[in-house]
């Protein structure tokens, strides 16, 4: 089974940038973002902490969830509304903006890895085969058969109905129905790990994962084939921007499409950031590093990294020297 830990380890605890930081006391290692308003955004630090700003990244305002397990992603119903997952079951929710967090029941003990929701329904995804579902904004949760014991990396759905998830040694699920039927999806083009999926319409979708995987396809998911990566790093994650160009993090950069999605080429980001999460936030899109926030500008082909969070003197990111846990 892959770890996708393990294979950028050592290269992160080589290449973090050092990042002194006299007002904090505490790492942060950044592990999802989320926008459920216009020139809103929430970051999510592993440790508990998360980070928010309504100004469009201009300033920041720093609270904590409270968890003592570490967190792996989390999703906002709205701008008051939020869900927090993570290791063994754990699961959090907030109604004030994030201000108090509250326990809410799993109903189950394996680690949660991928939340979304659509309206005021919600899936979670997570370690062997675990599929959770919320009808209610995320109060209560119920278990979703899968019939697969591999990882849940990644869960995406284009509307109450419409959804996929993908995971470990090519996992690929399909539902029409909300997840009240799981389908999996069989493909020669998936042979490791993948990591993210994402869908513009209900025909076309591409997955990402390990070893510069990368697939497409053109009828809603039932069929998958290879696409060309010019890189063979673990690919991350993926989405388009206001502009219909396309684009996949992965960890030492970015690749694009200018031709909706038909191939990508790599693109400078400035450095190597170990980038995970893509995020639109109005018309602009954000790509999250384990310490950095990248952000589009000029012409939407450039980035430039936020400037208050990696270098402010109130900046809250440093390295954290430990090893990520798997399936992350």
């Not at 989320?34 to 592993?46: D, F, Q, V």
């Not at 509304?81 to 004030?96: E, Q, S």
């Not at 994650?237 to 790599?266: C, P």
């Amino acid at each position: 089974m892959f770890n996708r830990t393990a294979s950028r380890c050592l290269l992160g605890l080589l290449t973090l940038p050092v990042l002194t930081v006299a007002q904090q006391s505490s790492a942060c290692w950044l592990r999802d973002a989320n926008s459920p308003a216009p020139a809103t955004a929430y970051l999510l630090c592993e440790q508990g902490k998360f980070w928010a700003t309504t100004d469009g990244g201009a300033t920041w305002v720093a609270n904590s969830t409270g968890a003592k397990s570490r967190l792996r992603a989390f999703s906002w119903i709205d701008a008051k509304r939020g869900v927090a997952i993570g290791d063994g079951g754990l699961l959090l929710a907030t109604n004030d903006g994030g201000k108090t967090w509250q326990p809410r029941d799993s109903g189950v003990k394996q680690h949660l890895i991928d939340i979304t929701f659509v309206g005021e329904s919600g899936w979670i995804s997570g370690y062997q085969g675990v599929m959770l579902h919320s009808a209610d904004g995320g109060n209560t949760w119920q278990k979703q058969t899968t019939k697969t014991t591999m990882a849940l990396e990644g869960v995406f759905f284009l509307d109450q109905d419409r959804g996929w998830s993908v995971g470990w040694s090519g996992a690929i699920l399909r539902t029409t129905d909300g997840g009240k039927t799981w389908t999996q999806v069989k493909t020669p083009a998936a042979s490791w790990t993948l990591f993210a999926v994402y869908f513009q319409d209900a025909n076309n979708g591409w997955i990402t994962g390990f070893a510069g995987q990368l697939l497409r396809s053109k009828d809603g998911g039932l069929t998958w084939t290879a696409q060309k990566s010019p890189v063979k790093n673990s690919l991350n994650a993926i989405a388009f921007d206001s502009a219909n160009r396309g684009w996949i993090a992965y960890d030492d950069g970015l690749l694009v499409s200018e031709d909706k999605g038909e191939t990508w080429t790599q693109t400078p980001a400035g450095g190597r950031f170990f980038l995970g999460k893509l995020l639109p936030v109005d018309k602009s899109l954000w790509a999250i590093g384990q310490s950095v926030v990248l952000m589009q500008s000029g012409s939407g082909r450039e980035w430039k990294r936020n400037s208050v969070l990696a270098a402010d003197s109130a900046a809250p990111f440093l390295p954290v020297p430990e090893t990520k846990p798997a399936g992350r």
